[in-house]
């Protein structure tokens, strides 16, 4: 009976595991529409956090985008606001969402 339970979870993480790598440099981060991607240790894109998501859940508007300061870069997602003169959003860098920059990696690149 266990066996039979087992079965699919196992066949799951073989397919996952199994998959082409996308070629990404493993820890090198990117923006995919509005989710911030980290590139994992066997070359695949997986999410890091998906702005619209954290847009929703803190009632803010937050984009993806590269940050880097202080020794933290990547892409990840930072609040938005709209210049009240000319309508355009820009990128708070001051308010970085918690848990969600790599550190050290230059844009497009690795730690």
Known sequence: MKALLLTPLLATALITRCRAPDGCTPVSTRC????????????????????????????????????????????????????????TPTVDAGAVYSGTADTGAEEGGVL
């Open 32 to 87: 995919a529409d509005n989710v911030a991607e980290i590139c994992n240790a066997d070359g695949n894109w997986q999410v890091l956090a998906d702005c619209d998501a954290v847009s929703e859940h803190s009632n803010a508007a937050f984009t993806c985008t590269y940050f880097n300061e202080e020794g933290v870069a990547g892409h990840t997602c930072l609040p938005t606001t709209v210049d009240a003169g000319t309508d």
